[in-house]
């Protein structure tokens, strides 16, 4: 379980967000981040059952202030991925425990301009498979739309007026669930967090087999 006590400490972070007040209680934090990482890693082994999983990260939680403008020194979160195996699985999966905002989900934030290109050709080709996936009942009313960034106009090399532009303008795949602080702190949470993961899989699913094949359908990977 998360302790709600963890969510207390991460609340009350983000109102004293300075060193003086975070040194004070690093013991504190240390406790609950040691917890987190148990939490993190049980996911893991639950995850390793139905997929390959590399690894995970559980990310710092003080920030590179060197080129923001927030020179706020920690992230008031604890958050971190998971990482597919192999260069035939693609997609991360994510998890944030952040009081107000915590989230579970995963996808594609930021694909390389050959993937990206491969992604666009395949929804030209046939948006039917993808719109299945994501619009399927289940994952509705999970995630709802997808999430990312996108360009204004037609990517280059695109019409305008093909039917799936909605999705060709895409630079991003994500999907999220989020979760009350309530529903965090619950002995049930683990189990919901690896039910959103199950429930993204056919999207990662698919995604790999289009980044690691050619338009013909022929493997690109050894």
Request: hydrophobic residues 35%; charged residues 35%.
């Amino acid at each position: 379980m998360i302790d709600s006590a963890a969510l207390k400490f991460l609340s009350d972070l983000k109102k004293n967000n300075n060193r003086e007040w975070f040194n004070e209680r690093k013991d504190t934090f240390k406790k609950h981040e040691k917890e987190v990482k148990s939490f993190f890693q049980e996911i893991e082994n639950e995850l390793q059952k139905t997929d390959n999983i590399e690894g995970h990260k559980v990310w710092r939680i003080y920030r590179d202030v060197r080129f923001s403008k927030d020179k706020t020194p920690f992230k008031p979160r604890f958050a971190g991925g998971y990482k597919r195996a192999t260069a035939a699985l693609r997609g991360g999966y994510f998890l944030n425990i952040e009081p107000g905002n915590s989230a579970v989900g995963g996808g594609f934030y930021g694909p390389n301009s050959e993937d990206l290109k491969r992604i666009r050709q395949e929804f030209e080709m046939d948006d039917s498979e993808i719109r299945a996936i994501i619009n399927h009942k289940n994952f509705k009313s999970t995630f709802g739309e997808m999430r990312g960034e996108e360009v204004k106009s037609a990517p280059r090399g695109f019409k305008a007026d093909h039917p799936a532009i909605d999705l060709i303008k895409k630079k991003q795949f994500y999907f999220f669930k989020s979760f009350s602080d309530e529903e965090v702190c619950q002995a049930g949470f683990q189990k919901e967090v690896i039910k959103t993961f199950k429930t993204i899989r056919p999207f990662f699913d698919y995604m790999s087999e289009v980044l690691t094949t050619d338009l013909n359908g022929e493997s690109i990977i050894d």
